[in-house]
């Protein structure tokens, strides 16, 4: 390597504020991946580009240094059909990839879609779909290939050979307060959904309380970056800025999750998560080029759902990837908590607000999700039938359920949800769910 | 350990530009010290200090808590003799320390100097002081009082228990390019200066082609944190600033410069290595108290050479350390090089300049220093009488003589020597030497 790749030379230069060369980027992301860099350097680069920023060239290049870590892309050439996915920022009750992805599907779009797991105060899809007895997120790369092949769709875990600089990159940021820099969230992002195989990808990056970046302002700089950098890496790319103060749907929890899913492949989802859904489901058909217009994608989508093509989908998804597809039929096989609790209205009035982070720590208190990577969840627990901003109550009406398998969990949970959801006498306003389009 | 003091939250601080408090400053530095901070979060945090720097309470705060870093800092309060040291930032020919120190204690003002190694293009006095056959710089904190007690002289290595966080935290900057950062030099510096049991200090700090900061106005900052901190931490400090465009006096090399002090302290310096030798002990007699003006220890520090009193200081040290003090009329035992070639001029003129960078470089060549910090030293070899900027040469006349034990090493040193003297027609102007005092 030539002295100017030492890794202490390109920090120098970031440090100084200079534009990085691809070929400095990549050593950078071939040193996160092989070790040649020290993790106090990786840290050190990730500090200075925290500060000194970059540019939309260099955030590609190093989107597409890390895209290619693994010295491989998933080559999903041999399937003819369109193939589009979509990828969330993360949110409380954002249970949308697993209904979204079989409605797409049932339109003759294929959705090869690559998700992570729960961290945080955010859930993660895999954690959801495991709750479904069986069901396997560990495919192969020729497996995931042939399922795609066979249903136009499959929704599994990060593979070891695709991206694997992420992997590395973001345990480090997690540690060094290097997590909320665009770039870095640009690259992790797109390096993993563009090395799916992907022709076109729909993000919906979330603002307020209960999202990844509260601030709207920022969430929309992050949309037009991932947006831009995505675009000018051949993906046409759209994303759609959606509000997060209040959970999304009316379950929260893995299972819970699962079962609010199959209801909106029913027919009967709340609204907002449907909403949100086919705002999504849209961009993601009109971009893959199987319709002209937002409104015949809407017809489109919302015939999945008339017609049981998605429901069907969703079932034949479960059975390839092992999983017992009956749940769809009876919820009662998914998992169980102990206890169901009702949590009721102390006083009448109107919602005033759920406070996201709230309902989302509570049910990190029943053990829904992980404070810490290696944590374990429980599928069970969370909650179910939680009241909407607006909605109107009386003193002693549910609130929500608590599902629960611990008695001081139970407790705490339940009085930690009591204190995110607000009831008062002005009947208030529901805030705009999604808010602008960006793309 | 409270989540306010996680290193994520603390590096988090630093990143947004917030003012540390002395408990988070504090925390860094244990965890630099036991292990509980990850190499990559200290390394972070530097870099963060790097680019959002610190204010002088912070930085006094780092200098503390470094100097502390071992549980202990010197304890010579049973020595009732005031005590000074010296400290340089580093040039090229600097050997002032191995006769100034003895100059000083002859003066009745003990100098308890803890010293470094070369590395890069700067020599060290300990590498110096090592090829004095025998002398041992490796001394515990009892020996060490006990020798200043008994001789108000020491000059030894760092020992494990003071300081210990400045190790690590260097060693760190090196590699994740966090080196010249003010607030960081300032706290290692005067962490183990500090540490040392001194009552004052006088500081060298050099700018320059050969020097650690090569721009004036950056070495003026640096000279006025490090007197600011250490006067706030209540040690009177001085700093002068002196050039280093060309290396100081005629000789480069360990055991060349050990020569060249001895020279010095028989009255036969060179004009240059005495002037900054003067400067410096000035300023440790007046703030040392042992004489009310510059003019006073002028003469007071003459006197050491004209009596001869700080010659025989120095034996004694040599002796008390198990060095063969025989070196001081007998040159010849200090360590040779198998050869000793004379650099001649290849043009009549006078020496424009001699680039101190060009002639370190030159003698790394040759292995006088370290490229790394675990490379052997050479102590033999370096460059004598070499020419100064000002002087007249004529065509082979003498710019220098090479010391060398390698005969490919000789060959490139000498010709890296040559172009690092530039000869030409006009006389051209000796530029000032000791440039200001601050403090």
Redesign the interface.
Known sequence: MSTALF???V??RK?DGATLSTEEIQSFVRGATDGSW???????L???I???GMSAVETAALTAAMMNSGGVVADLSNLKLPKADKHSTGGVGDKISLHLAPMVAACGVAVPMISGRGLGHTGGTLDKLESIPGFNVNLSLGEYRAQLGKLGLALIGQTAELAPADKKLYS?R?????VESIPLICASILSKKLAEGIDVLVLDVKFGRGAFMADKAKARELAEALVAVATAMGKPTRAILTAMEQPLGRGVGNALEVLESIECLKGRGPADTMEVTYALGEQMLVLAGVVQSTEAARAKLEATISQGSALEKFREMIRAQGGDARVVDDPARLPQAKWKVPLAARHRGYVQSVDAMGVALAALRLGAGRAKAADPVDHAVGFSELAKVGERVEVGGRLAVVHANDEVALVEATRMLDNAIVVGEARGETPRLVDEVIG
Chains 1, 2 share one sequence.
């Open positions: 890794p202490q030379h920090i120098a440090r020290a993790d106090y350097q990786l840290s050190a990730l500090m200075a925290f500060l000194r480090l997690d540690v060094t307060a290097t």
